[in-house]
């Protein structure tokens, strides 16, 4: 299916994972609408997907723990950008790696709001307009951790594992309808995750890394530009991806 022309709608789209999606659906012709906190960067990646061939570009700053952001937002786009064919939410992050009794509560709040709370509220202002249209795809990002816990990764791992049962929930409530819903998981990948995780702190990010080559954040996007663009009729329910070098959240080949 072409998805030329299509309005694709990208939270977290300011780096990492969320700007290399943007990039690959830029290439696809599409007219992006991109979200995240950071304009600054948000606009430097509005200008490469311009150059990469999207039809046409609007970004806007937004917040997606903040619910009356949220609301307001997608409220208030202009005319021409309201019909969102595919959500991407994208908006997610990591804290800490700490025991659960010694962890920072600001941190789960930080990852509970961003990776439930904030997924919920994108996808309660989006969704209904598609099924009013009679068309739409949600793409929501996961990870293997949703799936297997790892230590000092309590919070995080269930955060993802509520993106899953509400990805799931999604689908079920949005049978009968033209919408699509799809859970990337994808493993290790290489961007600021771990930089974020650990607070900047850029040597201790850069071993999680060490001895394996990870996935990138270009492998990531091309999943989900391969799953939203699968023929109408045909609904990818989740894609679980890691490198060679890792089985599990908690198996990994290092040499």
Not at 87 to 95: E, F, H, I, P
Not at 139 to 145: D, F, H, P, Q, R
Request: proline fraction near 2%; hydrophobic fraction near 45%; glycine fraction near 10%.
């Amino acid at each position: 299916m072409s998805l030329k022309g299509q309005i694709v709608f990208v939270t977290g789209a300011s780096a990492g994972i969320g700007r290399a999606t943007s990039l690959a659906f830029a290439r696809e012709g599409v007219r992006l609408l991109l979200a995240a906190r950071r304009m600054d960067r948000l606009e430097a990646v509005a200008q490469e997907a311009k150059a990469a061939g999207a039809e046409a570009v609007h970004a806007v700053e937004l917040d997606v723990r903040n619910r009356a952001a949220v609301e307001r937002v997608v409220a208030g786009l202009p005319e021409a950008w309201r019909g969102i064919d595919v959500l991407v939410n994208n908006a997610g992050l990591s804290r800490g790696l700490d025991k659960l009794h010694q962890g920072s509560i600001d941190d789960w709040e930080e990852m509970i709001d961003t990776n439930v709370k904030g997924l919920l509220y994108v996808s309660r202002a989006v969704i209904p307009g598609m099924v009013e249209r009679g068309r739409g795809h949600v793409v929501n990002l996961g990870s293997t951790a949703g799936e297997v816990t790892y230590p000092g990764g309590a919070v995080y791992c269930g955060s993802k594992a509520a993106e899953r049962a509400i990805n799931d929930g999604m689908r079920q409530d949005l049978l009968g309808t033209a919408v699509r819903v799809t859970t990337v998981d994808p493993g290790m990948v290489e961007t600021d995750f771990s930089r974020v995780r650990f607070h900047g702190d850029e040597e201790r990010a850069a071993k999680v890394y060490q001895g394996l080559t990870p996935l990138m954040a270009e492998d990531v996007a091309e999943a989900i530009v391969w799953a939203a663009s699968r023929p109408a009729h045909v609904n990818i329910a989740r894609i679980a991806m890691t490198t060679i070098h890792q089985a599990n959240s908690l198996l990994f080949h290092r040499t």
